[in-house]
């Protein structure tokens, strides 16, 4: 088993920035990829970021390119999401996922362990 847990979220104004942590316990998650994704109130769970279990891959959302970083440190299994530039629209609920296999995918259903997710609120 695989428990995820998320930090760092909070209340910040808009242009601001925040780093999501997501520290995996029970089982070493540096072989499996990684993925970020975030729910709205009143929207589906949608795909933010995803990196392959060595880091050398990553993707993201057409809405986080260029503001939104994805990192990990295998050593210490945690996984990051550096996010820059926030915006309103970036309010919502964080999860950290991780996936069975080692490389990325957006598909939510591809990911099999979950965190409870961190709040994310920007102010305008």
């Known amino acids: 088993q695989v428990q995820l847990v998320e930090s760092g979220g909070g209340l910040v104004q808009a242009g601001g920035s925040l780093r999501l942590s997501c520290a995996a316990s029970?089982?070493?998650?540096?072989?499996?990829?990684m993925g970020w994704f975030r729910q709205a109130p009143g929207k589906e769970r949608e795909f933010v970021a995803a990196?392959?279990?060595?880091?050398?891959?990553?993707d993201y959302a057409d809405s986080v390119k260029g503001r939104f970083t994805i990192s990990r440190d295998n050593a210490k299994n945690t996984v990051f999401l550096q996010m820059n530039s926030l915006k309103p629209e970036d309010t919502a609920v964080f999860y950290c996922?991780?996936?069975?296999?080692?490389?990325?995918?957006?598909?939510?259903?591809?990911?099999?362990?979950w965190g409870q997710g961190t709040q994310v609120t920007v102010s305008s």
């Open positions: 990196i392959n279990w060595s880091g050398r891959s990553t």
């Open positions: 029970g089982r070493s998650v540096s072989s499996r990829a």
């Open positions: 996922a991780a996936a069975p296999g080692g490389s990325n995918t957006r598909r939510s259903t591809m990911y099999d362990y």
